[in-house]
């Protein structure tokens, strides 16, 4: 039916059923819940990772199924990959300024 | 039904519908990409804040009602679903199906920017809202109301970026919607709403992100 | 020897239509690469009136040609509109524009519609940027450090930030265009290693576009809130810190001088390569130094606030890597000499531009790794050897590339030859010009002038006037060109397909080019710079 060129054609053949998008649907709304839920929880600084790491399972969850990245090309992949390595040169350079800050004293005081 | 050839609309520097498809999929995903980066200078400038005033930070957000923002954050889980069932009926040919999952999406997008509305008229009640005379944190002492302002800057500025480009992506699925009624796409040509729900779902990624790190810090803590 | 030119009969993208319309609403990435070139080149004679007011301020020790305050704008918009309406869209937006497409055989960009809109919004932003300028001026230095420009600047500072916004986003349309382009749209044939350098150049370029422009964008954003509505972000008094403004504008704003002088370096590789009728030595090295670039040059940024309270810890780390960031570049200056070496060298004008960039850009360069050391950069940091450093590399780099390639793809844009004679002189004068206004402003800085003051104590007035003498001469430098390549429209000799014997495919249409590009859509079988394929010199 359609000519496969030499480029990869995303998402041709794959279709998703419905039952995959309830269940990706449930899974994301089970796991808001339970990042409330826990949040409740002393777990100390433990929970800012917990926060993110839920966060980071529904960013998945969307990216995998709903933006069907599971289908796409090698290129569209490396693109969310560089995306995402950026977002952490920023925060992370940054960081090791903010997070060095008090490791030498100020001379004279 | 309309021909394929009506609703393929190939423009002349493209060889190929599949090389169309593939070239305006990864302009968008690039655009994406663009957009993580701005809303990452604000991620930063949140990091770099709540590390600095840890306990501020949490007094503040246990001000905000964690209720409405867990139902706000299912409500656009929820218009994710109905937005890829949307592409998935635009795959399949079925325009009637389109429209109707686009017309829902739609709804939980405006209920989405409703309820936000409602939030923000709760912080001009509270005197939450930094820059004006009047701004005043609960909880916490007259030195740290700076950083408390800081809190609710980053507030504002990080939910009322997500809700503006809300408020585009409500645009989009307004036009979409006319463009299905018109016949414009199949199950051959249904890039638009591919795309369209590419930005859709990112928008809500960033919402996934801003909930817990602005509502739920330290809760447990019970302050308020 | 003026000759008048006979009309030129064939249809090409410059008389298929005619008509205001058809050149506001083109989708030909022809057509808006030159609404580009007219526009930067109207920026750029603004920007170069602002510098002249600042030489000629600079040329007394005392404060007697404006006042203080009035200088702090002056030397502030000519920053602005130098680097965020001239320099960034400069090579990518005209060259870039026009031959990127063709040289990968295709007809035209991914999204033409998308490269207009890119148009306009340097056009608005512009016109943003004019705006404030008219109204009283921006006095914040384009760095808009914070809290000066967010709480005690009573200058047009969000006017001026918001047209920098709004062309931020002309950059990043232009650079997604160009990546989905190389990607997507190559003729058959055209791998990836048989494209152009200047096509890597410009890849590599569209990728620190794409990811480092919104960051400024976002960080803008920030300050015209702060401005407005006193929110605190970088507010020392609330909780704020004014050096995350910093560390915020300097990740897009490093990796903007890449953005800056890549595509230039992308323009000496087919300078080079002509005029020594050789390809480019190490063309994998080359490309592969493209991206390593872009990479690099996002990792540095903090060597711009070495001074600024940043943690000692991270200025070792930003200094290392800027370090590591020359070699990149280092690697392109060698495999150039490389080329040049047992080559068949001709001295056209375009090669002495080239010629000129690598001399410049190799002095400022070297002069970036001084600035890397924390030691070195302590003494010198925020004097006129800073100001010296980066005009080397920006003008005397990159504006010496966009000249270079300008001469070079003028015959193909417009069919027509400019006077040689005429050419040389001006290249010359520029080169003469350039050193004379710059050179004396790394011994300035040395020895202590600040930047950013309008009077300094007399002892530094003859390196002063030196400089300011060398401006007046660049000025014409670069006033003679725009009067012979208007000329050259109506009077130059008219210009065959291939008048350097260069390879690439740009030299295989006519010239001017015809609309569609190509009649027939080539198959790429030579690989990148092969000489053996092209005629010898073709009128």
Redesign the interface.
């Known amino acids: 039916m359609q000519e496969h060129t030499e480029h990869h054609i995303e998402n041709h053949e794959h279709i998703d059923s419905v039952q995959t998008y309830l269940l990706v649907f449930l899974a994301l709304a089970v796991a808001t819940v339970v990042t409330t839920l826990v949040a409740y929880v002393d777990l100390g600084a433990f929970s800012v990772v917990v926060a993110l790491a839920i966060a980071i399972c529904k960013m998945l969850l969307v990216v995998m199924f709903f933006m069907h990245v599971r289908y796409s090309t090698t290129l569209t992949k490396l693109v969310l990959l560089g995306g995402v390595l950026w977002f952490f040169i920023l925060i992370g350079m940054t960081y090791t300024d903010f997070g060095s800050r008090t490791w030498m004293g100020v001379p004279g005081r | 039904m309309h021909s394929e050839e009506q609703t393929l609309a190939l423009?002349?520097?493209?060889?190929?519908?599949?090389?169309q498809?593939?070239?305006s999929?990864?302009?968008m995903?690039?655009?994406?990409?663009?957009?993580?980066?701005?809303?990452?200078?604000?991620?930063?400038?949140y990091?770099?804040?709540r590390?600095?005033?840890p306990e501020v930070f949490a007094i503040a957000s246990t001000s905000l009602n964690?209720k409405i923002g867990?139902a706000n954050?299912?409500v656009l889980?929820?218009s994710?679903?109905t937005?890829?069932?949307a592409v998935?009926a635009s795959?399949?040919g079925k325009l009637r199906d389109i429209v109707w999952w686009l017309v829902a999406t739609l709804i939980l997008g405006f209920t989405f920017l409703a309820v936000k509305a409602f939030e923000w008229n709760e912080k001009f009640e509270l005197h939450h809202v930094?820059?004006m005379a009047n701004f005043h944190l609960n909880g916490v002492g007259a030195s740290?109301q700076?950083?408390a302002?800081?809190f609710?800057?980053?507030y504002?500025?990080m939910t009322g970026?997500h809700a503006l480009h809300m408020v585009v992506g409500v645009g989009i699925l307004t036009w979409l919607i006319i463009e299905t009624k018109r016949g414009k796409f199949s199950a051959v040509y249904m890039t638009p709403v591919?795309i369209a729900?590419?930005y859709w779902?990112?928008v809500?990624?960033v919402w996934?992100?801003l909930?817990?790190?602005l509502y739920?810090?330290?809760?447990?803590?019970?302050i308020q | 020897m003026i000759t008048a030119a006979p009309v030129q009969q064939r249809e090409n993208y410059l008389n298929s239509s005619y008509g205001l319309k058809s050149w506001l609403l083109t989708k030909d990435h022809k057509r808006i690469a030159l609404l580009y070139f007219a526009t930067i080149t109207v920026f750029f004679f603004i920007g170069g009136i602002f510098a002249t007011m600042i030489r000629l301020e600079l040329a007394t020790p005392e404060s007697d040609l404006v006042s203080a305050e009035t200088y702090n704008k002056l030397f502030t918009m000519h920053g602005v509109i130098m680097v965020f309406f001239f320099l960034v869209p400069s090579i990518p937006a005209t060259l870039g524009n026009f031959f990127l497409p063709i040289m990968i055989g295709a007809r035209d960009l991914a999204f033409p519609r998308i490269n207009l809109l890119s148009w306009y919004l340097l056009i608005i932003g512009g016109a943003l940027a004019f705006f404030a300028m008219f109204a009283g001026g921006v006095d914040t230095g384009w760095t808009f450090y914070t809290p000066y420009s967010t709480s005690y600047s009573n200058t047009w500072v969000i006017a001026t930030a918001l047209g920098i916004f709004v062309a931020g986003f002309s950059s990043i349309l232009t650079g997604l265009n160009f990546i989905v382009t190389v990607h997507r749209m190559r003729a058959p044939g055209m791998t990836w290693f048989r494209m152009p350098l200047f096509v890597w150049a410009h890849y590599a370029t569209a990728l620190l576009q794409v990811l480092g422009t919104p960051v400024l964008a976002v960080t803008l954003v920030l300050v015209f809130c702060e401005r407005l509505l006193h929110i605190g972000i970088f507010d020392p008094a609330l909780g704020g810190d004014p050096v995350l403004f910093q560390h915020l504008f300097w990740f897009y704003s490093h990796p903007a001088v890449y953005i800056m002088v890549l595509p230039g370096m992308g323009v000496i590789n087919e300078l080079i390569s002509t005029f020594s009728r050789k390809p480019i030595y190490g063309y994998g090295f080359v490309a592969a130094s493209s991206l390593a670039l872009a990479v690099i040059g996002f990792l540095v940024w903090g060597h711009h606030l070495f001074v600024s309270t940043q943690s000692v810890y991270a200025g070792m780390v930003f200094s290392f890597l800027s370090y590591f960031v020359a070699i990149p570049s280092a690697i392109k200056v060698f495999n150039w000499t490389a080329t040049l070496y047992k080559g068949s060298i001709s001295f056209e004008t375009p090669m002495l531009y080239a010629f000129g960039f690598i001399g410049l850009f190799t002095i400022g360069g070297l002069t970036g790794l001084f600035l890397a050391s924390l030691g070195f950069d302590v003494h010198v940091t925020d004097t006129y050897f800073v100001i010296a450093h980066f005009h080397y590399v920006m003008v005397g780099g990159t504006i010496m590339a966009y000249m270079g390639g300008l001469h070079y793809w003028w015959p193909k844009m417009t069919g027509r030859m400019y006077p040689d004679g005429w050419a040389k002189l001006s290249a010359g004068i520029t080169f003469l010009g350039f050193n004379l206004t710059f050179f004396p402003q790394f011994i300035l800085g040395y020895l202590g002038m600040p930047r950013r003051y309008a009077a300094y104590p007399p002892e530094f007035q003859v390196l002063h006037v030196l400089s300011s003498a060398g401006a007046s001469i660049l000025a014409i430098g670069y006033l003679l060109p725009a009067i012979y390549f208007a000329w050259s429209l109506k009077y130059g000799p008219i210009a065959g397909a291939n008048p350097w014997g260069a390879t690439g495919l740009e030299w295989k249409i006519p010239s001017p080019p015809p609309t569609h590009n190509f009649d027939e859509i080539p198959i790429v079988t030579h690989e990148a710079y092969d000489y053996s394929s092209v005629e010898a010199e073709v009128a």
Request: hydrophobic letters at 55%; proline letters at 4%; a negative charge.
């Open positions: 423009r002349e520097q493209f060889d190929t519908a599949a090389q498809k593939d070239a999929t990864l302009g995903w690039i655009f994406l990409i663009t957009e993580v980066m701005f809303f990452g200078g604000m991620f930063l400038a990091s770099i804040y590390a600095k005033f964690v867990a954050t299912l889980i929820c994710s679903f937005m890829v069932m998935r795959q399949l930094p820059g740290m700076g950083p302002s800081i609710f800057s980053l504002f500025a970026l591919d729900g590419l779902h990112f809500d990624i996934i992100f909930f817990p790190l739920l810090i330290d809760r447990h803590l019970n």
